[in-house]
């Protein structure tokens, strides 16, 4: 579904991404780790055309860059880590903003994108919330309430920036839960991912980036060793292989 | 099936339908009072059935007399009418000033557009002759105006973020400063036209006409007609740039093409009345004070109701000091500064 290669990314002239080349197949859940500054965000920005790259990018069989930006909406949908969610709109018209790669350039919403709108609401159980303004909501009703635009946008990708920062425990849990159930309806994720043990559950694939470069990939169990935390992280941790995925837990020096 | 009774909730609010009606009633009630107020008053039913009579197989006579007709045609009307335009106009503008600049205090006077609009006036009237009526006058207008937005936005975004609403304002009043200073400076090297000028450049329709009306009603129709098919877009700007961009807009093309827009139907206005602040403030601000702050709500709502408010401001203007006439931007400026230290006050928990 996504295939990048030898991607590299320059800020000021410095590499902030290096040759990072990766695949990642329809319906899998695939989470970029790696330490503060390693070059997560601007992957994810870079695939939805956000920043210029070098090398090469390909969604779907298409190179990204030949792509329009409407097109690529089309095909791709960012939930950003700090998204603006004006406090005065509503659930609804907040979701049906994700229907403007769709939209003519002065048409506004007709009944299929009311529909779709509907659907992303009702597959996030947001619909009683349609009419609440986005200021009125908690925290884990906003973080449903992004994502409801991101499903709205009807893109078989889906790329999410942090998806728990400012979220309490039960609340990362749901949210993570939520996306994982959307795979089921074909959905492709890429997410970055700052909570390891986290990372370990829900993930299909980790990648490990430091300092612009790939330095691990591969199944949670393998890519979260205690050398490769102690090496890119500069953390002391146990690692524990348990049912239900890879644990990782910080150990006092 | 649930999703499908569930769509009618997941609608976009619009303009609510009483805040139509109550929106269309101000405007034809500042309509009749505007013609109906003056040294010489006519009634509502006088005004109407006069209408009806200039409408062909009707046969409804006209009430008044010939000098009443000619009052409330030949000189209430036209000026009615260009104060509605107007009006409308600096609103609507306003509320798309403040839609790309994601900045609450963006209004054309504040931005420079007003004092650029008026020095490519002045230069047309000093250099090119043109006239205080003539066709070119919003063209040099425009030119002007555009100018001036450019200037205040590069300046702006130079000083720090956009978004920080104090350093556009700080850049627009800078540009209207220096404008101002030139604008001075070829009056005082063209005496001859100073007069003209400066009537024209304090504002107001005291010698509206027809033709007035005829110069500016097709930029203003354009102007607004933009703004308003872009009522659905501002809203999309209003998550950011970034995010805008990731749903497929092309952000700096739609700036682009919404500042031009409104500085062109700001131009034509500035031609046709001079410079009149506030109106881009206060009317935007009270919609969404009252009704929504969704653009699609601000949009249109702008534009009828600065059409009545500047209708309303006039026969202020007009009848406060009777027999002789206020500026109407002394009107606009004494409900509108006060207000602007509200928004002011609150804007500092806007985004």
Same mark, same amino acid.
């Given at each position: 579904?996504?295939?990048?290669?030898?991607?590299?990314?320059?800020?000021?002239?410095?590499?902030?991404?290096?040759?990072?080349?990766?695949?990642?197949?329809?319906?899998?859940?695939?989470?970029?780790?790696?330490?503060?500054?390693?070059?997560?965000?601007?992957?994810?920005?870079?695939?939805?055309?956000?920043?210029?790259?070098?090398?090469?990018?390909?969604?779907?069989?298409?190179?990204?860059?030949?792509?329009?930006?409407?097109?690529?909406?089309?095909?791709?949908?960012?939930?950003?880590?700090?998204?603006?969610?004006?406090?005065?709109?509503?659930?609804?018209?907040?979701?049906?903003?994700?229907?403007?790669?769709?939209? @003519?350039?002065?048409? #506004?919403?007709?009944?299929? +994108?009311?529909?779709? =709108?509907?659907?992303?609401?009702? /597959? *996030?159980? %947001? $619909?009683?919330?349609?009419?609440?303004?986005?200021?009125?909501?908690?925290?884990?009703?906003?973080?449903?309430?992004?994502?409801?635009?991101?499903?709205?946008?009807?893109?078989?990708?889906?790329?999410?920036?942090?998806?728990?920062?400012?979220?309490?425990?039960?609340?990362?849990?749901?949210?993570?839960?939520?996306?994982?159930?959307?795979?089921?309806? @074909?959905?492709?994720? #890429?997410?970055?991912?700052? +909570?390891?043990?986290? =990372?370990?559950?829900?993930?299909? /694939? *980790?990648? %490990? $980036?430091?300092?612009?470069?790939?330095?691990?990939?591969?199944?949670?169990?393998?890519?979260?060793?205690?050398?490769?935390?102690?090496?890119?992280?500069?953390?002391?941790?146990?690692?524990?292989?348990?049912?239900?995925?890879?644990?990782?837990?910080?150990?006092?020096? | 099936?649930?999703?499908?009774?569930?769509?009618?909730?997941?609608?976009?609010?619009?303009?609510?339908?009483?805040?139509?009606?109550?929106?269309?009633?101000?405007?034809?009630?500042?309509?009749?009072?505007?013609?109906?107020?003056?040294?010489?008053?006519?009634?509502?039913?006088?005004?109407?059935?006069?209408?009806?009579?200039?409408?062909?197989?009707?046969?409804?006579?006209?009430?008044?007399?010939?000098?009443?007709?000619?009052?409330?045609?030949?000189?209430?009307?036209?000026?009615?009418?260009?104060?509605?335009?107007?009006?409308?106009?600096?609103?609507?503008?306003?509320?798309?000033?403040?839609?790309?600049?994601?900045?609450?205090?963006?209004?054309?006077?504040?931005?420079?557009?007003?004092?650029?609009?008026?020095?490519?006036?002045?230069?047309?009237?000093?250099?090119?002759?043109?006239?205080?009526?003539?066709?070119?006058?919003?063209?040099?207008?425009?030119?002007?105006?555009?100018?001036?937005?450019?200037?205040?936005?590069?300046?702006?975004?130079?000083?720090?973020?956009?978004?920080?609403?104090?350093?556009?304002?700080?850049?627009?009043?800078?540009?209207?400063?220096?404008?101002?200073?030139?604008?001075?400076?070829?009056?005082?090297?063209?005496?001859?036209?100073?007069?003209?000028?400066?009537?024209?450049?304090?504002?107001?329709?005291?010698?509206?006409?027809?033709?007035?009306?005829?110069?500016?009603?097709?930029?203003?129709?354009?102007?607004?007609?933009?703004?308003?098919?872009?009522?659905?877009?501002?809203?999309?700007?209003?998550?950011?740039?970034?995010?805008?961009?990731?749903?497929?807009?092309?952000?700096?093309?739609?700036?682009?093409?919404?500042?031009?827009?409104?500085?062109?139907?700001?131009?034509?206005?500035?031609?046709?009345?001079?410079?009149?602040?506030?109106?881009?403030?206060?009317?935007?601000?009270?919609?969404?004070?009252?009704?929504?702050?969704?653009?699609?709500?601000?949009?249109?709502?702008?534009?009828?109701?600065?059409?009545?408010?500047?209708?309303?401001?006039?026969?202020?203007?007009?009848?406060?000091?009777?027999?002789?006439?206020?500026?109407?931007?002394?009107?606009?400026?004494?409900?509108?500064?006060?207000?602007?230290?509200?928004?002011?006050?609150?804007?500092?928990?806007?985004?």
């Amino acid at each position: 579904m996504i295939e990048l290669r030898s991607l590299s990314i320059r800020f000021d002239g410095t590499e902030a991404v290096r040759d990072v080349s990766l695949e990642v197949a329809a319906e899998e859940w695939v989470m970029l780790i790696g330490p503060n500054g390693a070059g997560k965000t601007s992957v994810l920005r870079a695939l939805c055309g956000l920043l210029p790259f070098t090398g090469s990018a390909w969604l779907g069989g298409r190179e990204v860059r030949e792509l329009g930006r409407r097109e690529l909406a089309r095909l791709i949908a960012l939930v950003p880590q700090n998204p603006v969610t004006p406090p005065e709109l509503t659930v609804a018209e907040y979701a049906l903003l994700g229907r403007t790669p769709h939209l @003519g350039y002065f048409a #506004v919403e007709g009944r299929g +994108d009311h529909a779709a =709108a509907a659907r992303a609401l009702e /597959r *996030l159980d %947001l $619909l009683p919330f349609a009419k609440r303004g986005l200021g009125s909501l908690s925290g884990g009703e906003l973080q449903r309430a992004v994502l409801a635009r991101a499903l709205a946008q009807e893109a078989p990708v889906l790329l999410l920036d942090e998806p728990t920062t400012s979220l309490d425990l039960g609340r990362q849990q749901q949210v993570l839960e939520l996306v994982d159930s959307l795979r089921g309806d @074909g959905l492709t994720v #890429v997410s970055t991912m700052h +909570d390891l043990t986290l =990372a370990g559950q829900y993930a299909d /694939r *980790l990648v %490990l $980036l430091d300092r612009g470069a790939v330095v691990a990939e591969g199944e949670p169990q393998d890519v979260l060793s205690p050398a490769h935390l102690a090496a890119y992280y500069g953390a002391n941790v146990r690692v524990v292989n348990g049912e239900g995925g890879t644990f990782v837990l910080p150990v006092r020096r | 099936m649930a999703v499908v009774s569930a769509e009618a909730a997941v609608r976009a609010r619009g303009v609510p339908r009483p805040w139509r009606l109550i929106a269309g009633a101000f405007l034809a009630g500042s309509l009749l009072v505007g013609l109906g107020v003056g040294p010489v008053g006519i009634g509502v039913g006088g005004i109407v059935e006069s209408a009806l009579s200039h409408v062909p197989f009707l046969h409804v006579h006209t009430p008044l007399s010939s000098l009443e007709e000619a009052v409330l045609w030949q000189i209430r009307a036209p000026r009615v009418v260009l104060a509605a335009i107007v009006g409308g106009m600096l609103a609507i503008a306003g509320s798309a000033y403040q839609g790309v600049f994601h900045n609450p205090l963006a209004d054309p006077y504040l931005l420079g557009v007003a004092a650029g609009s008026g020095l490519g006036a002045t230069l047309a009237i000093a250099y090119g002759h043109v006239g205080t009526s003539g066709q070119l006058l919003p063209l040099a207008s425009f030119v002007g105006g555009l100018t001036a937005v450019a200037a205040a936005y590069a300046l702006g975004r130079s000083a720090g973020a956009v978004r920080a609403a104090g350093a556009l304002v700080l850049a627009g009043l800078t540009v209207t400063l220096f404008f101002t200073a030139v604008q001075t400076f070829v009056q005082q090297q063209h005496t001859n036209t100073l007069r003209d000028v400066y009537s024209w450049l304090l504002g107001g329709f005291s010698t509206a006409t027809w033709s007035q009306v005829a110069v500016a009603a097709p930029y203003v129709a354009v102007s607004s007609l933009a703004i308003v098919l872009h009522r659905r877009v501002l809203d999309v700007l209003s998550v950011g740039d970034e995010e805008a961009a990731s749903l497929g807009v092309n952000v700096s093309r739609l700036r682009l093409l919404i500042v031009v827009a409104a500085t062109a139907g700001t131009a034509a206005a500035v031609a046709v009345s001079g410079l009149i602040a506030f109106v881009g403030i206060i009317v935007p601000h009270t919609i969404r004070l009252l009704v929504s702050t969704s653009y699609r709500a601000v949009v249109p709502l702008s534009l009828v109701v600065g059409a009545g408010f500047l209708v309303l401001a006039d026969v202020l203007a007009r009848t406060v000091v009777s027999p002789a006439e206020l500026p109407i931007g002394v009107v606009t400026a004494f409900f509108g500064a006060p207000f602007f230290a509200v928004v002011l006050r609150t804007s500092r928990s806007m985004r």
